[in-house]
């Protein structure tokens, strides 16, 4: 489905705010395009309306003149002109009878003389006085005074409506922005492993804050600019069909000039835009691998090579940044003041030409308004054209995110099974993490519940690959694995992990508390479970010594705690958990021997009835294990118990005898 298409989707769910925000909107514009409208009949009709026919009546709005009443003809129907009031220059003058109104007059020597289609008319008139003028401006003034208050109206309607508009509409895109927000991160906990060994972290860190960021300034700045364009548009050009419909028709040719730059623009922006943020998406994720490696770097003194790493980086993205600025730079402010001059110069010649026309009546009301709608055109053309640049980018950005969105992920199911009785086989499995090279070969074995299997060979042997296909982190390329005579593969993926837990070798704590990260806010592992666990693992003495206890603050990766500290807590956490099958992937290697000790003799107490997976290079650590593998390029070499294997002086044996070797050594 087409990037717009879903954007739009996404708007929909939400309505009802945006349409009220539209029609606020709607609202507000019309009282803009309305304003000059109102201007132009005060100014015509009121502020120079004494220039015009009066006839003699008497009236609410007559006004008395030379010992009679006169009223404007336009106010009293069918009756003859009686008078007519001239404005040559500064001054009024009074002219019994009709007189024509267009025209070029003059007055010399007292007598008012008017050109007219090349004709000559002479007449006499009576210049006015001060006061005089004012009486017959008189009648005027509570209109002028009505449509000052109607104008100031508009604007205030205007600005109300607007604040309106940007309260619903910045409203409708956070609740847009928050629901694609959820969906991305709700994504990111159904996505296979192997989604995350190709993409960094910073990378999807940048999709889910960075680029909806900028999508939320699609709905609300460039929705906003463009409909409020648009509404615009259509009402400045309406009113100037109706000021003029000759030159409304040649404003019209800015409209195709418009659409051809919009095209233009879009082919070499998206470009540019897509470069932009695949950029910011490296530098986000070369930070994010910088600040988790920073203690390599300082260690290695690599500063200054990382740092040139970084700058080379930074500087592709100022390239694609520049090329986007000079085509910004060309559209925004040269478009539209190139297309705003060229508009002035056919209003100015077809005003011109049409003043040279004695037959044709151009008023300063007329004038005023196409000059005010002449600017106001321009204000919403100069914003749709400078959100070009944003709807590019929410383009890009909204295509990055759908991305993601489309990433083939399992559902997350909250279907429910009987706790495993522990009983695992392997049937004759293979599997390897890229097509055609399997690290795992015919791998076959059966452990018994409440045994306790090690796993022990060589780095890159495919002990902790076993584990990932029992977790279900991948699954097999060929052969099956069975719990309780069921094939992990029939079995939704969290519910096969429902009654597994695992201990790596660098545990992982959250930001938050001591129990926060036993219980991983489940609400079934109680503050007394969390303790008992703490102290069965042997952290009750390190328990006791925090003044703030279970709710002792954890910092991210719990990086103010030591390392046996936080592999205690891992530990806890899995025995919290009750699970019928565990797994400790090289868990004690990162531990010193005295804690070692502890959760040894922690493990014979709490692994009854539990069936234990080891992956351990310290072999002294699963001697007392019910069987023991032998891994070798991903093959099983050998299997046993210790005694067995030791028997058979092949490679366990060798690893055992090295082993200790060193430690009598060291």
């Not at 990111?188 to 804050?209: C, M, N, W």
């Not at 530990?571 to 919290?576: D, K, N, T, V, Y």
């Not at 009854?608 to 891994?631: C, E, M, P, Q, Y």
Request: negative net charge.
């Amino acid at each position: 489905m087409m990037v717009g298409k879903r954007l739009y989707n996404y708007a929909l769910q939400f309505k009802g705010m945006i349409i009220a925000a539209l029609l606020m909107l709607s609202i507000a514009v019309a009282a803009d395009v309305i304003g000059p409208l109102v201007a132009k009949q005060l100014i015509d009709h009121h502020i120079l309306g004494i220039e015009d026919y009066w006839v003699q009546a008497d009236g609410e709005n007559a006004v008395e003149y030379d010992g009679e009443k006169y009223v404007r003809s336009e106010l009293v129907d069918d009756q003859e002109v009686d008078a007519t009031i001239l404005q040559i220059g500064n001054a009024f003058y009074f002219v019994e009878g009709k007189v024509p109104l267009d025209g070029e007059a003059s007055v010399e020597n007292g007598m008012i003389i008017i050109h007219e289609n090349g004709e000559q008319m002479t007449f006499r008139g009576e210049k006015m006085t001060v006061g005089e003028t004012i009486a017959f401006y008189q009648p005027e003034i509570p209109i002028i005074i009505w449509l000052i208050g109607i104008y100031f109206g508009l604007f205030v309607l205007s600005g109300v409506f607007n604040y309106g508009r940007y309260y619903l509409l910045q409203g409708a895109a956070n609740r847009i922005i928050q629901k694609m927000r959820n969906d991305a991160f709700k994504k990111i906990q159904t996505l296979p492993i192997s989604y995350f060994d190709h993409l960094p972290a910073g990378k999807i860190v940048s999709r889910i804050t960075n680029d909806t960021e900028v999508i939320r300034d699609l709905y609300v700045t460039v929705l906003s600019n463009f409909f409020t364009g648009i509404i615009y548009l259509t009402g400045i050009y309406t009113a100037m069909f109706f000021l003029d419909a000759k030159l409304a028709m040649l404003f019209l040719l800015i409209l195709p000039v418009l659409v051809l730059w919009m095209y233009v623009y879009r082919k070499f922006a998206s470009k540019y835009n897509h470069a932009i943020r695949s950029k910011i998406s490296e530098i986000n994720g070369m930070i994010n691998e910088s600040i988790q490696g920073m203690n390599i770097i300082q260690a290695f003194n690599r500063q200054k090579r990382t740092e040139e790493e970084f700058n080379q980086l930074n500087e592709s993205h100022f390239h694609y940044q520049n090329k986007l600025l000079a085509l910004n730079a060309l559209s925004s402010h040269n478009l539209v003041g190139v297309l705003k001059n060229l508009v002035f110069v056919l209003f100015i010649w077809y005003f011109g030409k049409e003043a040279l026309d004695v037959q044709t009546t151009i008023t300063i009301g007329v004038l005023y308004a196409y000059v005010d709608y002449i600017n106001r055109l321009f204000n919403p053309i100069a914003n749709m054209i400078n959100q070009l640049s944003n709807l590019e980018l929410a383009m890009v950005a909204g295509e990055r995110v759908f991305q993601l969105l489309d990433e083939k992920g399992v559902p997350v199911s909250d279907e429910k099974i009987p706790r495993y009785k522990g009983n695992v086989r392997f049937d004759h499995v293979s599997f390897g993490y890229e097509e055609g090279r399997d690290v795992l070969k015919d791998i076959h074995f059966e452990v018994k519940q409440g045994q306790t299997v090690a796993l022990v060979g060589h780095t890159g042997s495919g002990k902790s690959s076993i584990m990932n296909l029992l977790f279900r982190f991948y699954d097999t390329d060929r052969g099956n694995i069975l719990i309780d005579g069921k094939n992990i593969c029939e079995i939704p993926l969290q519910t096969v992990r429902e009654h597994m837990a695992i201990v790596l070798q660098d545990p992982f704590l959250f930001t938050g508390t001591i129990y926060s990260n036993i219980s991983l806010n489940d609400p079934k592992i109680t503050r007394e479970r969390a303790e008992w666990a703490l102290k069965a693992v042997g952290a009750g003495e390190f328990l006791n010594r925090l003044e703030k206890g279970l709710d002792h603050p954890v910092t991210e990766k719990g990086s103010t705690l030591s390392s046996g500290q936080r592999q205690l807590i891992s530990f806890a956490r899995a025995l919290a958990f009750d699970p019928a099958i565990l797994i400790l992937d090289e868990a004690t290697s990162n531990i010193d021997t005295e804690t070692e000790a502890i959760i040894q003799r922690a493990m014979d107490v709490v692994k009854n009835g539990r069936t234990t997976f080891i992956i351990a290079h310290r072999l002294s650590t699963i001697k007392n294990a019910d069987l023991i593998l032998v891994l070798d390029q991903g093959k099983i070499v050998e299997r046993g118990t210790h005694d067995e294997l030791m028997e058979q002086q092949g490679k366990y044996y060798q690893m055992y005898q090295l082993q200790q070797g060193f430690q009598q050594v060291g």
